[in-house]
């Protein structure tokens, strides 16, 4: 079975720390991307990844980044983490065009 | 850009009963429409996917429905059971490398 691994299921982190979410995919697959679910709003894409070392902007980008120095891995950084980046962020991986996305389990991060 | 609309968004149907789930998507250029499923605790995940040359495509108890026309397309589930209570998420998208743009979401509740 085709599997999207999130390092952590639950964080806890303090108000301008640095966070790091990983994310590992074993399917070969080139693409790769990060959301954000809150209730209400839905999911929201904040970064993805059709290539190693290649990233693009979704739309919520601001206050975080990613890197992607292996095809498999990706991972999602807040770079100085606050109260309004506590979320359920989602990793998912898809083989191509007109594929389905298959998600991790998600880690559901709290900034205090 | 492209905007999806998902109705409703809860429903509670008794077991064995079928459930529909409606969504609209703004951009006529849009052709790969995937659902997702929620379940409490874990990421979304693929149940079933639509192309726009088909009309219908059908799973066991699960099918959807595209009208490019109308710019609808929807889930149908029937005979319904406890285990498929989750959250529906429709998408849309439009070539290959644009974003999915996800729905809202429904939260189905199915009362044994």
């Known amino acids: 079975d085709v599997k999207v691994t999130q390092s952590s299921r639950y964080l806890v982190k303090r108000t301008g720390e640095k966070v790091f979410l990983e994310c590992v995919q074993d399917?070969?697959?080139?693409?790769m991307f990060w959301y954000r679910q809150d209730p209400g709003l839905g999911l929201r894409l904040i970064y993805f990844?059709?290539?190693?070392?290649?990233?693009e902007k979704g739309d919520i980008p601001e206050g975080y980044s990613v890197s992607r120095e292996k095809k498999e891995r990706f991972s999602l950084i807040l770079e100085s983490a606050s109260t309004n980046q506590t979320s359920m962020y989602l990793c998912?991986?898809?083989?191509?065009?007109?594929?389905?996305?298959?998600f991790g389990s998600g880690t559901r991060l709290t900034v205090v | 850009g492209e905007n999806v609309e998902q109705h409703p968004s809860t429903l509670s149907v008794q077991e064995g009963d079928s459930a529909v789930i409606k969504c609209t998507y703004s951009?006529?250029?849009?052709?790969?429409f995937p659902w997702y499923k929620q379940e409490l605790g874990k990421g979304p995940q693929l149940i079933i996917d639509?192309?726009?040359?088909?009309g219908e495509k059908k799973d066991q108890r699960i099918a959807v429905t595209l009208n490019k026309t109308a710019k609808h397309f929807s889930l149908h589930i029937t005979e319904t059971q406890p285990e498929d209570s989750a959250v529906y998420f429709c998408?849309?998208?439009?070539?290959?490398?644009?974003?999915?743009?996800f729905g809202p979401g429904t939260s189905l509740s199915v009362i044994p």
């Open positions: 998912a991986s898809s083989l191509g065009p007109i594929q389905g996305y298959t």
């Open positions: 399917m070969d697959h080139e693409n």
């Open positions: 990844s059709y290539d190693v070392k290649m990233k």
């Open positions: 951009d006529s250029a849009s052709n790969y």
């Open positions: 639509i192309r726009s040359n088909v």
């Open positions: 998408a849309a998208r439009k070539t290959s490398y644009d974003k999915v743009i």
